[in-house]
């Protein structure tokens, strides 16, 4: 009886591992609902703990059916910084805090510091929250994150270099829902049912 025990719980390890390591199969797609005040948009925070570069953000975005998170109200940016205000998604570094990527950018040529801001899923670009100073352009800075100033995590933004420092996370926006995250978990929860079953 032991040792059928063992079995099964080591398939389910087995079968939980395979879960994790699809990066697509996450179930934490969350609908800011407009009984809430909200767009009826889902969001998505993925945290990087090695950190990623914002095109790379960008790529995973969309790899997950989304894009990179648009900021349009002060309500949405509450909303979507409630989503990332914990450790694993900021960089403390210098005394300063810097938070996952979001999707703003500055196309090449524009007025410095803060000219040409734009959202990359084209919406306008009729609300900000910089923290004070911000934008600065400090060494070719023209991507978008959640930032402080100091070391507690705050809703306002800064403009970094898309490169720079190694950000460890990012939010992904939809206006729909993502069918193929909710597909890729339903595969490997029957795969994990088939494993437990064949074990007993």
Avoid at 86 to 113: A, I, K, T
Avoid at 131 to 152: E, V
């Amino acid at each position: 009886m032991e040792r059928r025990m063992r079995k099964v719980s080591v398939s389910v390890l087995a079968g939980a591992s395979c879960l994790v390591a699809l990066p697509a199969a996450r179930a934490d797609w969350i609908q800011w609902s407009s009984s809430q005040g909200g767009n009826d948009h889902f969001y998505n925070a993925v945290s990087v703990p090695g950190g990623l570069t914002w095109q790379e953000a960008r790529v995973g975005a969309e790899s997950l059916g989304g894009y990179l998170v648009t900021l349009t109200s002060e309500a949405e940016n509450t909303f979507v910084f409630g989503l990332v205000d914990s450790p694993e998604f900021w960089f403390p570094s210098g005394g300063h805090n810097h938070g996952p990527w979001l999707g703003g950018l500055q196309p090449p040529g524009s007025p410095e510091p803060g000219g040409g801001w734009e959202w990359m899923s084209g919406e306008p670009w009729d609300y900000t929250n910089w923290h004070p100073a911000q934008p600065d352009n400090d060494g070719d800075q023209d991507r978008l994150i959640f930032y402080s100033s100091d070391m507690f995590r705050a809703a306002t933004w800064d403009d970094l270099g898309g490169s720079q420092v190694p950000i460890r996370g990012y939010v992904v926006e939809s206006a729909v829902p993502v069918p193929g995250t909710l597909a890729l978990m339903s595969v490997g929860l029957v795969a994990l049912k088939r494993r437990t079953r064949a074990a007993s």
